[in-house]
């Protein structure tokens, strides 16, 4: 059973820096794809960025020049780094990877 654990969540004045993290549990890390949700309050869940098995990247074209998704095969862990942050970039952020979604991590930009 794959279990994730986030971290790096925390507040943030506009234009900082966050780095998310999302550790996995379990074999074959390196063969899945993991993908990186939010949720801001009363909003729905929006896909954010997905890294592939073979680190191919995509993002939404609200974060895409501002955040950068990557992975540590090695470590099982994706990364979720952040730039450039917006008050609009609020929101508990999600990682999941094989079905299993983490804990979720919370971001929130304000002076």
């Known amino acids: 059973q794959v279990q994730l654990m986030e971290s790096g969540g925390g507040l943030v004045q506009p234009g900082g820096s966050l780095r998310l993290s999302c550790a996995a549990s379990?074999?074959?890390?390196?063969?899945?794809?993991m993908d990186w949700y939010r949720q801001a309050p009363g909003e729905q869940r929006e896909w954010v960025a997905r890294?592939?098995?073979?680190?191919?990247?995509n993002y939404a074209d609200s974060v895409k020049g501002r955040f950068t998704v990557s992975r540590d095969n090695a470590k099982k862990t994706g990364y979720l780094q952040m730039n450039n942050l917006k008050p609009e970039d609020t929101a508990v952020y999600y990682c999941?990877?094989?079905?299993?979604w983490g804990q979720g991590t919370l971001v929130t930009v304000s002076s």
């Open positions: 999941t990877f094989r079905g299993v």
């Open positions: 379990g074999d074959y890390f390196s063969i899945y794809g």
């Open positions: 890294i592939t098995n073979n680190h191919k990247t």
